[in-house]
Each structure stands twice: as structure tokens, then as C-alpha cells.
Nanobody, 116 residues
Framework: QVQLVESGGGLVQAGGSLRLSCAGS????????MGWYRQAPGKQRELVAR???????NYADSVKGRFTISRDNAKNTVYLQMISLKPEDTAVYYC??????????WGQGTQVTVSS
């Protein structure tokens, strides 16, 4: 059974930094792509960043230059380093992973709150 466990969320002032981590387990061959989505109150879930096994990254325009995604394939862990945080970054951040057979897996979510 695949599990994704996030950590690192919390409350931070605008301009501050946070680092999210997501450790995956239960996949015999690891994951193809891993990444992060977020969902703010009253809004749809949106892609924040994605990193595939080849090293290709995708970022939402709103976070480019401020957020950096990285991963440790040996540990099936993905990270999201967030700097220069803004109040509009406040959301529940969800880790996700794509299996090689096309399946998708989600973490339980971690709250990030940026105060002004």
C-alpha cells in the first residue's frame, strides 16, 4: 500500500521561508513523478510544482523564482523549498506521486499559513 507522508507546514510571516517534505513508501519501483499541489479556501486545487524522474520540473507561474522542488529518488522523498512567502501562498499543500503504471497517489495535506 502506497503512503505519502508530508511534513514541514506551519505558520510563517510574509517574506519568510518553509520547507515541505514528503516521504513515499510502499512502491516497489519508486515513483515516476512527484510534486505538490495546493488548495486555498474556496479555490480549486492547483499544481504548484512537479519533478519527474528525468529531472524535468514544472512550476506554477505564481511560485517561479520563489519555490524550488527537489527529490531524493533513493528515499522516494520530494521536497519543496519555499522562500519569500506571501499571504496568497496560504493553502493546504498536498504531496502527490505518479506511479509508472499511470496511477496517482496523494498525501493527507499539510497546512501552510502566511501572515501579513
Amino acid at each position: 500500500q502506497v503512503q505519502l507522508v508530508e511534513s514541514g507546514g506551519g505558520l510563517v510571516q510574509a517574506g519568510g521561508s518553509l520547507r515541505l517534505s514528503c516521504a513515499g513508501s510502499g512502491s516497489r519501483f519508486g515513483f515516476n513523478a512527484m510534486g505538490w499541489y495546493r488548495q486555498a479556501p474556496g479555490k480549486q486545487r492547483e499544481l504548484v510544482a512537479r519533478l519527474d524522474r528525468a529531472g524535468t520540473t514544472n512550476y506554477a507561474d505564481s511560485v517561479k523564482g520563489r519555490f524550488t522542488i527537489s527529490r531524493d529518488n533513493a528515499k522516494n522523498t520530494v521536497y519543496l523549498q519555499m522562500i519569500s512567502l506571501k499571504p496568497e501562498d496560504t493553502a493546504v499543500y498536498y504531496c502527490y506521486a505518479e506511479g509508472f503504471a499511470g496511477s496517482s497517489f496523494w498525501g493527507q495535506g499539510t497546512q501552510v499559513t502566511v501572515s501579513s
